[in-house]
């Protein structure tokens, strides 16, 4: 892990990427008609399932993993894996919007939905949104109205096994209607702010929202 976990360090990836936010690339033009299409513009589908991260796959043991729920809210929460286990589960069935352009169907996720954090943490009305905080020292930044969709879930399962430790397990944020970048892995921190406080990617030329369906890849400045 970075010494400061706010700064990870730049890796070819993370270079190249932030390379296409300023030249555009992948943008087409076209208009996205989510009624009759599945597949957002400017996507392809797949049937693997890449891994894109920082570099940086942090290993976490359940015995110490811990999440943290804090923030502008009535109720902080300090969840051990137990506490976590022990929440109502849900399970969602959706498909992956990458911003490098590759998506993927039908993906099951077992987790608590983040709907069920809501309900118990409480946030106060002046919280607006939500910074999600990583162990690899990533964040990424959600309205709390994002954050809240019915389709949202704290995963820690894909298919019925624990997700992988490089596809972000023990747990990680599975958000479907924005693009994959949204959706934190080794999640450590949910943060409630009341300003928009920019993460990893969106300090870096990519979207501050990002929904696939109308190519918000990259931000306009
Ligand atoms: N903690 C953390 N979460 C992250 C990232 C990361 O580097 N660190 N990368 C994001 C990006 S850019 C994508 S496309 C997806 C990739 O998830 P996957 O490797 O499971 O396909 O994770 C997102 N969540
Ligand atoms: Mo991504």
Not at 11 to 34: M, N, S
Not at 52 to 69: E, H, K, M, N, R
Not at 112 to 117: E, F, G, L, Q, S
Not at 141 to 147: G, P, W
Request: hydrophobic residues 35%; charged residues 25%.
């Amino acid at each position: 892990m970075p010494d400061d976990p706010e700064t990870p360090p730049a890796t070819k990836l993370t270079r190249t990427k932030q390379a296409w936010a300023q030249t555009g690339k992948f943008i087409t033009g076209r208009v996205a008609r989510p009624e009759n299409e599945r597949l957002p513009p400017g996507q392809h589908l797949v049937k693997d399932w890449p891994v894109l991260d920082l570099g940086l796959q942090p290993a976490i043991a359940l015995s110490s993993w811990t999440l943290d729920i804090d923030g502008l809210v009535d109720h902080s929460l300090h969840w051990r894996w137990d506490d976590l286990m022990a929440q109502p589960q849900a399970t969602e069935v959706s498909d992956i919007h990458c911003v490098t352009t590759w998506s993927r169907y039908d993906n099951r996720w077992d987790g608590v939905a983040t709907r069920t954090v809501l309900d118990l943490a409480h946030p106060r009305p002046e919280a607006g949104f939500v910074v999600l905080h990583s162990y690899d020292g990533y964040t990424t930044n959600l309205t709390l109205a994002d954050f809240a969709s019915e389709d949202a879930i704290l995963a820690h399962s894909w298919e019925g096994k624990p997700i992988s430790a490089e596809h972000g397990g023990p747990l990680r944020l599975v958000l479907p209607k924005l693009y994959f970048w949204k959706s934190a892995k080794w999640l450590k921190r949910i943060e409630f702010t009341a300003e928009n406080r920019p993460g990893f990617w969106e300090v870096r030329g990519y979207h501050d929202r990002g929904d696939p369906w109308t190519e918000q890849r990259y931000s306009d400045d």
